[in-house]
């Protein structure tokens, strides 16, 4: 029943189990446990929140459970991993949706131990990446250089109960990696970078493993247990592209600016992987591909496709698009190569939507 996915030998690659499709929540709580003890951990601080407490439930260890606060911080993370350090740890085990994992990395990072990633929903690829999103003390998130996990654990009887909105923004994270790419290699072209042909390669085939489900019915995948390796499989696959880099540089460009600059300025309006997918608009544009075909797939998947959708006016959009270059200092992308002014922005703005 357990499926070890074991094409990632090499030792910086996190080991990468999935359990299912068939069993239960239960089965996965021991299975859990035992891949545990098989790694040789036998005093980690569990840090779940409630959708990770029935997973959580089988692990033996000495200290108790830690459940983050609603708006886990840096400061939060670095408090645990203080604690962690004195608690005598020998890792931390996060079991929960992205926030969780994050702080969950960030900690194990000032501590000094492994992390072990249990995600309890699939909205973004920051499963085994080594970045952190995490605010700072009263500012939104910012991408921190974390640790990658060790193990990666996912178990689809738990993953088949997680918010259809978690799911669709997964799909928006990974339909971005075409367009990453494109950055990538618009950057190497100008002789700023060069491609990690391996880390290239993750990515192509981190999308390939979702774009049969592109134009299927989200709602009816979520369900499907068969989807949701895929997906995983391909937030996993994503992950690895950005280990094997060392940077998100594979699976994150303009469009990933775009959605940080939505949460700079308007504290976020959407999941990161629903913003990520709208910024792709303002990439597919510039590089004058085919927009509106891409804003009909964003519609069916239930993602946003106008600025409306995030509650965003024109004016607004404007300011996103001038700060977007801002958000990641040193990251040439279409958007650095275009370099719009205010009244590039407008005209563009009027190309997509009007
Ligand atoms: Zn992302």
Redesign the pocket.
């Known amino acids: 029943m357990v499926d070890r996915v074991d094409r990632f030998d090499r030792k910086d690659f996190p080991q990468v189990f999935i359990y299912g499709p068939q069993g239960d929540e239960q089965g996965a709580a021991e299975d859990l446990a035992r891949k545990l003890a098989d790694l040789d951990i036998t005093a980690p601080l569990v840090v779940k929140s409630t959708f990770g407490e029935a997973l959580g439930a089988r692990i033996k260890t000495p200290l108790p459970h830690v459940v983050p606060v609603p708006q886990a911080n840096q400061e939060w993370a670095a408090t645990l991993g203080s604690r962690t350090r004195r608690s005598g740890a020998d890792a931390i085990i996060a079991i929960g949706g992205g926030r969780c994992l994050d702080v969950a990395k960030l900690a194990a990072a000032r501590a000094g131990v492994t992390v072990v990633a249990v995600p309890t929903q699939l909205s ?3 499963i085994c990446s080594p970045v952190a999103v995490v605010p700072a003390q009263g500012a939104c998130g910012e991408s921190i250089g974390a640790i990658a996990p060790r193990m990666v654990y996912l178990s689809i009887p738990t993953l088949l109960s997680s918010p259809l909105e978690a799911v669709r923004a997964g799909l928006g ?1 990974l339909v ?1 990696n075409p367009l990453a790419l494109r950055d990538w290699a618009l950057a190497a072209d100008r002789g700023l970078e060069s491609i990690d042909r391996r880390a290239w390669d993750l990515s192509v085939e981190s999308f390939d493993s979702i774009e049969g489900y592109l134009a299927a019915d989200v709602a009816e995948s979520a369900g499907d247990a068969r989807f949701l390796m895929r997906l995983a499989d391909g937030l996993v696959l994503s992950g690895m592209a950005m280990v094997c880099a060392g940077n998100s540089r594979p ?2 460009g303009g469009e ?1 600016e775009i959605s940080h600059a939505i949460d700079h300025l308007f504290g976020g309006r959407a999941l ?2 629903a913003q ?1 997918a709208f910024g792709c608009l303002i990439s597919t544009e510039l590089y004058g591909g085919d927009t509106q075909g891409f804003r009909a797939r964003l519609a069916q998947l239930g993602l946003p496709q106008h600025p409306s959708d995030l509650s965003l006016s024109e004016d607004d959009m404007v300011k996103i698009l001038l700060a977007a270059p801002y958000m990641r200092p040193g990251r040439f992308t279409v958007l650095e190569d275009t370099d719009l002014d205010e009244g590039g922005c407008r005209a563009l703005l009027e190309r997509i939507w009007d």
Do not use: E, I, L, Y
Request: hydrophobic share 25%; net charge negative; charged share 20%.
């Open positions: 973004h690829d920051g994270d971005a699976a994150s990933h990161h992987g990520v």
